[in-house]
């Protein structure tokens, strides 16, 4: 069983709709991560936080907000997603803030 | 310009084979190198990582890392179908927080 646990597993919103993804993680790791992978695509970074403070944004449109509570938790607020947005959208967590991610399952999120 | 590429596959090999996946990158920079594997439909899970020139060997997988020639590659001895899933090389570019994936190499082991 992964150790970095996220919810939904799925989510069907709409293009106005306000909806949030969440992980959590419990090993300690000092950063936390959220990639966004279309199918048969590679994972796209989109946010990094180190030690609860947010240290890459790669460009994400406003849509998609962070948020990092505590060391434990992050957090994925949307709002006015595109369908284009459709995807899974994963998190991790890595000891070092290094590339040893340990990834959740995934959030499959559908924008109709 | 990719900064990480891989083949896309598929790979087919046989049961019991060594499978070879390789992984070439642009950023001279690099430090630290990565292969996690994919099932469809899940997420990527860390198999192996190697941060100097050589081999590093884990049970069946082995790492095996050049960085004069910006290459790096997994080898799966003793194939499984269990193996079947989609390889991705990642590397560390820039800041050591930036992870960059390759596309992804998906191998298929046959019966």
């Known amino acids: 069983d992964t150790e970095v646990t996220q919810t939904p597993k799925h989510l069907v919103m709409g293009m106005t709709n306000k909806k949030s993804l969440k992980c959590e993680q419990h090993?300690?790791?000092?950063?936390m991560y959220w990639y966004k992978q279309k199918a048969k695509k590679p994972p796209e970074l989109m946010f990094v936080y180190s030690y609860e403070k947010l240290s890459i944004n790669e460009s994400v449109p406003s849509r998609f907000s962070p948020e990092c509570p505590n060391s434990s938790l992050l957090n994925l607020h949307l709002h006015a997603l595109q369908p284009e947005d459709s995807a899974l959208y994963l998190c991790a967590s890595s000891p070092g803030g290094t590339g040893e991610l340990f990834f959740g399952e995934g959030s499959r999120l559908t924008v109709l | 310009q990719k900064e990480v590429e891989q083949n896309s596959g598929p790979l087919s090999v046989p049961e019991g084979a060594i499978a070879s996946l390789n992984c070439t990158y642009s950023?001279?920079?690099?430090?630290?190198f990565f292969w996690y594997r994919q099932y469809s439909g899940k997420s990527p899970e860390l198999i192996m990582f190697?941060?100097?020139?050589g081999d590093k060997e884990d049970g069946r997988f082995t790492a095996q890392l050049n960085k004069a020639s910006q290459y790096v590659s997994l080898l799966i001895r003793d194939s499984q179908p269990s193996d079947s899933a989609t390889y991705l090389c990642a590397v560390n570019t820039g800041t050591a927080s930036k992870l960059t994936f390759g596309t992804g190499t998906r191998l298929q082991v046959t019966l």
């Open positions: 090993m300690g790791h000092r950063a």
């Open positions: 950023d001279r920079g690099s430090q630290s």
């Open positions: 190697i941060y100097s020139n």
